[in-house]
C-alpha cells in the first residue's frame, strides 16, 4: 500500500485516471489526490477524510499553462499570473475565479477555484503523468494535523486509500500559503510555505489580515483556516511571550501536581515548520495532560508556524506568567 519510486508514480496516475485516491508527497504535506473532474472520485475525498463538504479543495496541476484551463490566472490587475510566473512551481496557492470542468464538489457553491502547481519532483512526475487536474487537500483526517510523512497518512487515513506514494519527509513541514485575487488587492487567506515577504516583493500591497484568527464558529472567506484545526488530543497552550515566560509555567503548572509537557521547537523558523507537525503529533502519544509551546517571531516562516500553534491550541493564549494565566491553564484540563 506504500510503495515509493517511478512504478509507484505510475501506478498512482493509473489509480486517479480509474477514480481512486492515491497520497503523494509535497514540498509542504502530503497530499490526498482524487481526479478532480470526477465528481465520485472527489465525492470520497470528503468521505474519507471526514471532511465538510463546504471546504474547498485545492487543484493541482502541473503547469502554469494547465492551471490557466482551469481558473484565471490573469483576473483583476494581473497579480495571479505575476505571482504565478515568480513563485510556481512552489508553496502558493491562488484562489482565482474558475472555469467550467471541474466537479462541482471541488468547492461547493463557490465561483472561485484554488490553484497550485507544487514543487516536490514526485508530485510534479504524479501530475504529469496524470491526465487532467488532481484535487487533493492534505491527507489527514479532518481537523487533525496533516501529515508529512507517508507513515503519518497511513496512521490517518490506514487502508481507506488505494496508494500512498513514499517521498520521505516533507521539506518545507508547512501548507501553501493561500491568496485569493479578484478585482481588489490580493488579500492573504492562510500564512504557509511562502512567506508574506516574499509576495510582497512581487504584490506590495497584499492584504494581510491580523494574526489572530476569528471564532470557531464565524463564517470564514477561506472554510479550512477555521479554528481548532490541527488539534493534538493532549490540550495545548499557546505562551505569547519570551521562553523564559514558558519555563516559570510550566514550573507552576506542575507545581498544582499535572503533568505538563513542552512542545519546545527551534528557534530558527524554518527548521521550526520542518518539526512541526511531528513534534504536534509526538504530543499525542507522549503521555502528558498538557502542553505548552512558545510562540515564534512572528516573521518569515514564523507566521505560519504561529497560525498552526494557535490553531492547535484551539486559540489559547497566554502572555504573562501570573496566577490568573495558571488559572486560566488549569481551568481548560480540568473542564476536559
Ligand atoms: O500545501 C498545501 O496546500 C496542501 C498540499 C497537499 O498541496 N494542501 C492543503 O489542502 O493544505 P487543504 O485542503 O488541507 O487546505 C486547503 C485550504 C483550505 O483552507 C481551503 O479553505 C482553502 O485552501 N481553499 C481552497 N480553495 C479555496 C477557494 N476557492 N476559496 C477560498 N479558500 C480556498
Ligand atoms: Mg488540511
Same mark, same amino acid.
Given at each position: 500500500m506504500i510503495e515509493a519510486g517511478e512504478e509507484a508514480v505510475?501506478?498512482?496516475?493509473?489509480?486517479?485516471?480509474?477514480?481512486?485516491? $492515491?497520497?503523494?508527497? /509535497?514540498?509542504?504535506?502530503?497530499?490526498?489526490?482524487a481526479d478532480a473532474t470526477d465528481d465520485a472520485a472527489v465525492g470520497r475525498i470528503f468521505g474519507v477524510k471526514?471532511?465538510? /463538504?463546504?471546504?474547498?479543495?485545492?487543484?493541482?496541476?502541473?503547469?502554469?499553462?494547465?492551471?490557466?484551463?482551469?481558473?484565471?490566472?490573469?483576473?483583476?490587475?494581473?497579480?495571479?499570473?505575476?505571482?504565478?510566473?515568480?513563485?510556481?512551481?512552489?508553496p502558493l496557492t491562488l484562489v482565482v475565479p474558475r472555469r467550467p470542468g471541474l466537479s462541482d464538489l471541488v468547492g461547493k457553491g463557490l465561483a472561485t477555484v484554488g490553484l497550485r502547481v507544487p514543487a516536490h519532483p514526485v508530485a510534479?512526475?504524479?501530475?504529469?503523468? /496524470?491526465?487532467?487536474?488532481?484535487?487533493a487537500p492534505s491527507a489527514n483526517r479532518f481537523g487533525r494535523v496533516s501529515p508529512t510523512t507517508a507513515g503519518h497518512v497511513v496512521d490517518e487515513l490506514g487502508d481507506r486509500i488505494d496508494l500512498v506514494i513514499d517521498g520521505g519527509s516533507c521539506p518545507l513541514?508547512?501548507?501553501?500559503?493561500?491568496?485569493?485575487?479578484?478585482?481588489?488587492?490580493?488579500?492573504?487567506?492562510?500564512?504557509?510555505?511562502?512567506?508574506?515577504?516574499?509576495?510582497?516583493?512581487?504584490?506590495?500591497?497584499?492584504?494581510?489580515?491580523?494574526?489572530?484568527?476569528?471564532?470557531?464558529?464565524?463564517?470564514a472567506v477561506s472554510p479550512g483556516t477555521m479554528l481548532a484545526h490541527y488539534a493534538p488530543s493532549v490540550p495545548l497552550t499557546l505562551v505569547d511571550a519570551r521562553r523564559t515566560v514558558t519555563v516559570e509555567l510550566l514550573a507552576a $503548572?506542575?507545581?498544582?501536581?499535572?503533568?505538563?509537557?513542552?512542545?519546545?521547537?527551534?528557534?530558527?523558523?524554518?527548521?521550526?515548520?520542518?518539526?512541526?507537525?511531528?513534534?504536534?503529533?509526538?504530543?499525542?502519544s507522549g503521555g502528558g495532560e498538557l502542553a505548552l509551546a512558545t510562540a515564534l517571531d512572528g516573521t518569515g516562516l514564523g507566521r505560519a508556524v504561529n497560525d498552526r500553534l494557535f490553531r492547535a491550541a484551539h486559540g489559547h493564549v497566554v502572555s504573562e506568567c501570573d496566577a490568573d494565566s495558571v488559572g486560566r491553564i488549569l481551568a481548560r484540563v480540568r473542564s476536559r
Open positions: 505510475r501506478r498512482g496516475a493509473e489509480i486517479l485516471s480509474a477514480g481512486g485516491l $492515491v497520497a503523494f508527497p /509535497t514540498e509542504t504535506v502530503y497530499g490526498l489526490g471526514g471532511r465538510p /463538504t463546504a471546504d474547498p479543495l485545492i487543484v493541482h496541476l502541473p503547469s502554469i499553462r494547465e492551471a490557466a484551463r482551469w481558473g484565471e490566472l490573469g483576473v483583476g490587475r494581473g497579480d495571479g499570473l505575476r505571482l504565478a510566473r515568480e513563485f510556481w512551481p512552489g510534479l512526475e504524479l501530475l504529469r503523468a /496524470t491526465d487532467g487536474p488532481v484535487a513541514g508547512v501548507e501553501s500559503t493561500v491568496v485569493i485575487l479578484g478585482e481588489d488587492p490580493p488579500q492573504l487567506l492562510r500564512p504557509g510555505g511562502l512567506v508574506v515577504e516574499d509576495l510582497r516583493s512581487v504584490v506590495p500591497d497584499l492584504v494581510v489580515p491580523d494574526g489572530e484568527a476569528g471564532p470557531p464558529e464565524a463564517p $503548572v506542575r507545581a498544582e501536581g499535572l503533568e505538563v509537557v513542552e512542545l519546545r521547537l527551534p528557534d530558527d523558523p524554518v527548521e521550526a515548520a520542518g518539526i512541526l507537525y511531528s513534534a504536534l503529533r509526538g504530543l499525542d
